[in-house]
């Protein structure tokens, strides 16, 4: 029986994949209209995103086989979706952040900030969660994640190791010392405990000295196993919520900035990348010292004496300094590339805040936009990024030099044959770009971009199809809730969702209901839409909710309790942060107290 079940397990992929069509075919067939029809592509998708049965970017292209066979769009529309200035502007951010790793200028940032720190214990785990939140904002988490955790892992060990010689030499060499009488008596009592009489020789006193290096070694290893579990979590953790302050820092931001774009195409561009870090950024600095004190309790307590360091450096905390250094100085000076990069990176950066900065006109509406939405922040995105092909990763003219004495050369050698000058011209090689297409094509996550365009294509189906109206109907019940309460509900139900399924899938799942149940209890639609999104950036209880959760767990010195019981808290500290910010700063940023005049003109609905 065992075999059996073990074949069926291994194989409950295919099992998955066929059967689940024909248990919810009855759907369409009993109901035979346009919205049951595309209840049954979007329930089909769910259940494949949620199983993971096939991957989820060639389940995000389903909507390009179904929607045009059921009769819910044209095929050319279905894939027009896939392409969208959204989705532009996920390439342009990911370029940076490619040429950005490239050249290993996220390390340098990185190591620059921890030795500003310092490496005491609690220090140590806040500038770690500082500065991978810092660089999630811009790169992938999942690479921040990866980068940060052996660094910390290393300063770590070489504080134990340093901890562990200072307690072996304070056993070995300090009997003459006036504070080693003091531990005699720990000594004897030790000894006591180990031989059962007292110690009266030089045998029983060395049995008891390595009796309390023994104790010692069990409460060192102890202790930095609680704080090797608190870094790693610390750095996971601080990773997933620093992408949520950008509109580029995680695919569920761009995914809500779409669907807006798409479901309500006259909303003024009331999501951008400087009004979402308005709202954004003070919520993750308010998630990340949450989460810092609760690490902090968690795995060091509140001794903020001990654990901030007053006083004195001693020798440990100069020899883990001392690793950090030593990292640093091998990066070497500032190359041109790295500061190309930064320079681009930084330009980028003030273009996307001054676009449109929402207190004063902006510089594309000065420019382009004075008679429609032309520049976005995606044109930004890849105009920047197309850059990085343009500009050389050094400038020196030891080219032009070889070159002249390469014409100098065959001038003098004329009579040596046309061979060896063509030899002597392939030793000339042009500077290489900051980037080059073999280096994008290789970090490039091409499947994100599909998953947006199946995301986009669901909502475009559900709006044609009339099943975006018909739920938001359905949901006129929750009129009589009050708003706050339906934001943390939904929230929480959002929460506990992306904890066993992409955050990506959730997402695109979830908006387009929102989207229906706010125009029709006449709710603005991003006072639910917003929280959701980052609601879904918030899984921190399993090690394969995220990338990040899943590299931290890899290291070995975690078990799954750990991650559930810091990370359920977590999850409440995330999501009561995040409607504190909807309900202040967020009402006062976007109006969200009043039903904007863009969203009623939305449901427009054209039968296939």
């Not at 004063?360 to 004075?370: D, R, V, Y």
């Not at 504190?580 to 904007?596: D, Q, R, S």
Request: net charge neutral.
């Amino acid at each position: 029986m065992t075999p059996v079940l073990r074949w069926l397990w291994v194989n409950r992929n295919y099992f998955i994949i066929f059967i689940t069509p024909f248990i919810i075919l009855p759907l369409p067939l009993v109901i035979p209209t346009p919205e049951a029809r595309c209840g049954f592509a979007i329930i089909l998708m769910a259940l494949y995103w949620c199983t993971e049965c096939m991957p989820l970017a060639v389940t995000a292209l389903l909507p390009v086989i179904l929607f045009p066979m059921m009769g819910i769009m044209e095929s050319g529309k279905v894939c027009v979706e896939y392409l969208k200035d959204t989705n532009m502007l996920f390439i342009g951010g990911l370029l940076v952040a490619i040429a950005v790793e490239h050249w290993n200028l996220h390390k340098r940032i990185a190591l620059s900030v921890l030795l500003i720190v310092g490496v005491r214990p609690a220090l140590l785990m806040m500038g770690f969660m500082i500065v991978t939140a810092f660089l999630s904002m811009w790169i992938s988490n999942t690479a921040t994640t990866a980068m940060m955790l052996p660094i910390s892992q290393a300063v770590l060990e070489q504080l134990s190791a340093t901890e562990a010689d200072s307690d072996e030499k304070e056993l070995r060499e300090g009997r003459d010392n006036h504070a080693f009488e003091l531990a005699e008596v720990n000594i004897k009592q030790a000894l006591d405990n180990v031989t059962g009489d007292k110690p009266n020789n030089n045998p029983d006193m060395e049995a008891g000295i390595n009796a309390l290096s023994e104790r010692r070694r069990r409460e060192r290893e102890a202790k930095y196993l609680c704080l090797f579990k608190g870094m790693s979590l610390s750095v996971c953790y601080s990773a997933s919520i620093g992408g949520t302050a950008t509109l580029t820092g995680t695919t569920p931001n761009l995914i809500l900035k779409g669907q807006m774009d798409d479901i309500f195409p006259e909303n003024n561009d009331v999501i951008n990348f400087a009004s979402w870090f308005g709202f954004a950024f003070p919520n993750m600095v308010l998630m990340l010292a949450l989460s810092w004190l609760w690490l902090q309790f968690m795995y060091m307590g509140f001794n903020f004496k001990k654990t901030f360091g007053c006083g004195s450096k001693n020798e440990g905390d100069k020899d883990a300094y001392r690793v950090m250094k030593n990292e640093y100085k091998k990066l070497g000076t500032m190359s041109f590339a790295e500061g190309a990069v930064l320079v681009i990176f930084v330009i980028l950066v003030i273009l996307w805040f001054t676009r449109e900065p929402g207190f004063m006109p902006g510089w594309a509406t000065e420019l382009f936009n004075k008679n429609g939405q032309y520049v976005t922040d995606g044109t930004v995105a890849i105009f920047m990024s197309t850059l990085f092909f343009v500009i050389p990763s050094q400038l020196n003219c030891s080219c032009l030099a070889s070159a002249n004495d390469e014409r100098d050369e065959e001038a003098e050698e004329v009579e040596e044959g046309e061979k060896q000058k063509n030899d002597k011209k392939k030793k000339l090689k042009g500077t290489p770009t900051l980037l080059n297409w073999k280096v994008v094509n290789e970090r490039m996550p091409w499947n994100i971009v599909l998953l947006l365009g199946g995301g986009f294509a669901l909502a475009k189906g559900s709006e044609v199809s009339g099943l975006s109206k018909w739920l938001g109907e359905s949901l006129a019940p929750l009129k009589s809730i009050p708003p706050f309460a339906i934001s943390l509900i939904l929230c929480l139900l959002v929460g506990t969702f992306t904890e066993c399924s992409s955050n990506t899938a959730t997402t695109t799942l979830f908006l387009p209901i929102l989207a229906s149940m706010a125009t029709t209890i006449g709710l603005h639609p991003l006072y639910v839409m917003l929280p959701c999104t980052i609601s879904a950036s918030l899984a921190f209880m399993l090690p394969v909710a995220t990338p990040p959760n899943a590299i931290a767990f890899s290291y070995g010195n975690l078990k799954v309790v750990d991650m559930a019981k810091a990370g359920f808290i977590l999850n409440i500290i995330g999501i009561l942060s995040i409607n504190l910010g909807i309900n202040t700063w967020g009402t006062a940023m976007f109006n969200l107290g009043t039903f904007p005049s863009w969203a009623n003109a939305t449901n427009v609905t054209s039968t296939p």
